[in-house]
Structure formats: C-alpha cells, structure tokens
C-alpha cells in the first residue's frame, strides 16, 4: 500500500535526523569510518540490501528480491552545509532530502553524514521508504549501526556475513507467482469481509451501550490550510521537550505519556490556527498510527501497522480539559480498536490489487481533489520509544533524534516524536506550501507543555523560563533570533 500510494508529490517514506557529537571519537571520526561501520552491519539490518520488483500490470504485491546491483556508494553519502551551517542550514537540507523521491530500481533507503555544522557537530539523515520499515521495526534497523559506547569491545564488532545477491526474476516469473496470489483472493476477500461485518456488529453494539462518544470517523474531520492538496516540495522543523516534564503531567492527571503529547500538538495547532485566524468549531482528527507487530518480528522489516483516528479536542480552550478529552477520546479509540482487530487493514491491502491502489492515488493527486472535499484527517502523529541512554555511531555520540514521518494527500502535516536519553524529540515534516509557517510550531508545543506544568507545580507558575529542559538546548525553534539569526554553538 505505502509503495503503491506514492505520487509525484506524495513521497512515502521515514526519516530520521541524528545530531552527532565526534569530538571524543576514539581514533577519530570520518566519513570513511562512518561508510565501513556501515558496509561492515549490513547484515544486522536484511532490509537495506532487498529491492521491491514490480509484478507486470499491478495484478499482484510486489515482491523482495536480495538486490544483485547493490551498491553501497549509491545509498551512503557526504553533504556539507552552506557556512555558517547552523539550525536554519540544516533543516533546509533535510527538507530537500525529505521532498525527494527515491530511486525504485534500487533497495529504498539513503544514507548522509552532514557535515559543517557549527561547534564541531555532524548530523546522520537516514532516509528509508514506509514500505520496508514502519516505527518499531525503523527503530530496530536503525540500532544496526549504532553502539551502547563510543568504542565497543572488539567482540561486538562485525567481521563479515554470507550474503548472497538474487537473481532478478523475469517477468514471466512474476506472472507465475502471481496466480498463487490471484487464486487465494476470493477466499481471503471472503473472509476478511466476514470478519469486517462481525466487528462492525461489535462496534455498533458497543456504541449503543456507551455513553463515552465515538471516535471521528474518515472524512469528519474541518477543513483548514494545512488540509489541501500538497505539492512534492517539504518544509521540516524540530522541538524537544524533557520527558520527566511529560511524566509529570502524565502522573498528575493519571493518563499516558502519548495522551499527554497529543495534547501537547493539540495545543500547538490549536495556538497556530488561532494566530492565522482559522480555528474551525470543531475539533481536529488525528491519526494515529499504531504498530501490531509481534515481538519475533522486530527485525523483520516490512511494515506491520493499523491506526486509530482520535480528536485533540481543539475547541476547547481549558489545556486541562483538552487533555481529559484527548484521555478519554483515546480510551475509546483503543477499546474501538480492539472489537475492530488490528490486522483487518492489512488484510484488505494484501489481496487488494496494488494497480487500483496507485490508480486512484494518481487521480487523487492530479485533480487536487482535497482542495474541495473534506480531509480524511486533519494531523498525522506518531509516537516512537527510543532508548533512555546514549548512544554512538561509530564512536561519535548521538546527541539528539528527529523523526519525521510522510505527509499524504489531504492533511500535509505529520507530527512524529520519539523518546531518548531522558528528552522528547519532535520532527514536524510538511508541505512546502500548505503548512509556511511549520518553524512556529516547535515554541507552541513548549508554551503548551508550560500551561499543563503550571497546573501540575504551581511554582511553576512563576519561574524563569530558562527551563534547564531539554527543548531550548536541542534545537527547538524558539532559540532563534529575532532578526532570523541561528542558536549559537552551545545552544545546540
């Protein structure tokens, strides 16, 4: 489905931006060394060497072949930033890597080790498409190259694998295998629509009894700028906020960490469209993605997801009322969830005919037709775990990481977070066009989280805000000048 639905502006894929910090690499820190540590890993993460080969006509999934024209040069790469090579410069760069498209006769990921940044930092800008990694499975193969210390023991590190290329199937070799394919679709479309029938049974009887309302459902969502139709061009931005601040609100208000940062970009959009004067009556829906993968399957690549549609509740200008009903609008949306089943998404898409699929993502793109019906959606947002303690690529020390997730048709705008070494990282990614005001938003999520704070430690109220937090020394925003200056070294 993700390879399927990309467009000429709606580019698919995942990307991740890693501040780096070489000043205490040991043996020093180079692009050379960076290219070996990853040519010498190849074989903790299988999917960075597979290429998709597209069965003649769409009349079947595409299938993973091991790429037998894999080159390593192709996919890790060396950029260095315009002086003076401070925030603006870089995300002006990850906006362009974002806002491309990926080569399709090759395995979907690229590699960049940025380099002139002020106060000595380097930055990594992985870039892998949705259709071989979601969240959990991204997080796993990104540990490929990563190490838990600057210079691990001789015996963590990689001395070779027995990777064997394949051979390029032929195209009556696609047809072939995809009359096995073909020939299971009457009973698994049966099946599924079997299955669909019973869980709508068991949503409508739910609903009926509950008194909590029902989740948004597709297409119920306001109309506002950032929900027209989007062109290929990207705009990112970043924020972090400290996690003991989100744990803090999280055990006073007794809900969950990621009701607490949707909350928080509900906050943000709310704070952005009110400035812009659009803040429609109804609240904003978001989607939320959801992994379903089993634990055996962390590392196996591919894609294992199902999202949920949740309001944030944006009419509401209580930042604690906001957050209750976020709470419990997401209780409903997981209880709904569950009588639904996780995998009844995925199984629709795996016997459904990847031509249709790119067929109507195509005309959907071309007739711009969200720029006259409601949007499925308002906002992506997606919450990642990461690890809680430092890590290194190759002996450099990660010293803060970006998601950034693919913006669609209709809702250019995706809010991806992930959790490290005790801070929140936020990554906005949207369209060029449809959302120009993106940088406003890392300072509106920190005011949001300052509003909860101030109820949760009413001295809060009346502190400093020099914070000590994680969100005015990690890139946010905020720290730029007036006059369009950058964060100096030390504020990075």
């Known amino acids: 489905m993700f390879f399927y639905l990309e467009t000429p502006t709606n580019h698919m894929h995942v990307t991740g931006v890693f501040l780096l910090d070489p000043t205490n690499a040991p043996g020093g820190f180079s692009f050379a060394k960076v290219r070996a540590m990853v040519e010498a890993r190849l074989h903790r993460a299988p999917p960075m060497r597979r290429r998709l080969v597209e069965v003649p006509f769409g009349v079947a999934q595409p299938v993973w072949i091991e790429d037998p024209d894999f080159d390593l040069a192709y996919h890790v790469r060396r950029a260095c930033l315009p002086s003076p090579g401070g925030w603006l410069e870089l995300k002006q760069f990850v906006g362009e890597v974002v806002g491309s498209a990926m080569d399709r006769q090759r395995p979907l990921w690229e590699m960049y080790l940025v380099e002139g940044l002020e106060g000595g930092l380097q930055a990594m800008v992985v870039k892998v498409h949705h259709a071989a990694i979601d969240g959990v499975s991204g997080a796993e193969l990104t540990a490929a190259w990563l190490d838990l210390e600057a210079d691990p023991p001789t015996a963590d590190r990689d001395c070779g694998d027995d990777w064997r290329p394949d051979r390029v199937p032929s195209e009556i070799d696609l047809l072939v295998g995809a009359w096995a394919q073909l020939a299971s679709i009457p009973a698994k479309a049966a099946s599924t629509a079997r299955r669909c029938t019973e869980a709508s049974l068991r949503v409508s009887a739910n609903n009926r009894c509950s008194e909590a309302p029902s989740p948004p459902s597709l297409f119920s969502a306001p109309r506002t700028s950032f929900n027209l139709a989007i062109t290929p061009h990207r705009r990112v931005s970043f924020g972090a906020v400290a996690l003991e601040d989100l744990r803090a609100?999280?055990?006073?208000?007794?809900?969950?960490?990621?009701?607490?940062?949707?909350?928080?970009?509900?906050g943000a959009l709310r704070r952005y469209l009110l400035v812009r004067g659009e803040l429609p009556a109804e609240p904003l829906v978001a989607l939320v993605p959801m992994s379903v993968r089993a634990e055996e399957d962390r590392l196996a690549g591919g894609n294992r997801l199902s999202a949920m549609l949740s309001s944030l509740a944006t009419e509401i200008p209580d930042p604690v009322g906001r957050l209750h009903t976020?709470?419990?609008?997401?209780?409903?949306?997981?209880?709904?969830?569950?009588?639904?089943?996780?995998?009844?998404?995925?199984?629709?898409?795996?016997?459904?005919?990847?031509?249709?699929?790119?067929?109507?993502?195509?005309?959907?793109?071309?007739?711009?037709?969200?720029?006259?019906?409601?949007?499925?959606?308002?906002?992506?947002?997606?919450?990642?775990?990461?690890?809680?303690?430092?890590?290194?690529?190759?002996?450099?020390r990660v010293t803060a990481t970006y998601p950034l997730g693919p913006v669609v048709e209709g809702a250019g705008l995706n809010m991806t977070v992930m959790s490290?070494?005790?801070?929140?990282?936020?990554?906005?990614?949207?369209?060029?066009?449809?959302?120009?005001?993106?940088?406003?938003?890392?300072?509106?999520?920190?005011?949001?989280?300052?509003?909860?704070?101030?109820?949760?430690?009413?001295?809060?109220?009346?502190?400093?805000?020099?914070?000590?937090?994680?969100?005015?020394?990690?890139g946010s925003d905020q720290a730029d000048g007036p006059d369009g200056g950058e964060n100096p070294p030390e504020a990075w």
């Not at 609100?249 to 509900?266: E, I, R, S, W, Y």
């Not at 409903?332 to 795996?350: F, M, N, P, R």
């Not at 031509?355 to 793109?365: N, Q």
């Open 249 to 266: 609100v999280k055990n006073h208000f007794g809900c969950t960490v990621n009701d607490v940062v949707l909350a928080l970009c509900a």
């Open 326 to 396: 976020i709470s419990a609008a997401m209780s409903q949306a997981k209880h709904q969830e569950s009588l639904i089943g996780a995998d009844v998404l995925t199984d629709w898409t795996e016997f459904t005919f990847p031509a249709l699929i790119g067929g109507v993502a195509r005309l959907i793109s071309s007739t711009r037709l969200f720029d006259h019906v409601r949007p499925a959606f308002n906002v992506t947002i997606s919450n990642i775990p990461g690890p809680p303690f430092p890590m290194f690529l190759a002996g450099a």
């Open 420 to 474: 490290y070494c005790g801070a929140v990282y936020f990554g906005l990614n949207g369209c060029r066009t449809t959302v120009p005001g993106i940088e406003d938003l890392p300072p509106m999520i920190t005011e949001s989280l300052d509003e909860l704070l101030s109820v949760v430690r009413p001295e809060y109220e009346s502190a400093p805000r020099t914070h000590g937090r994680s969100d005015q020394r990690a």
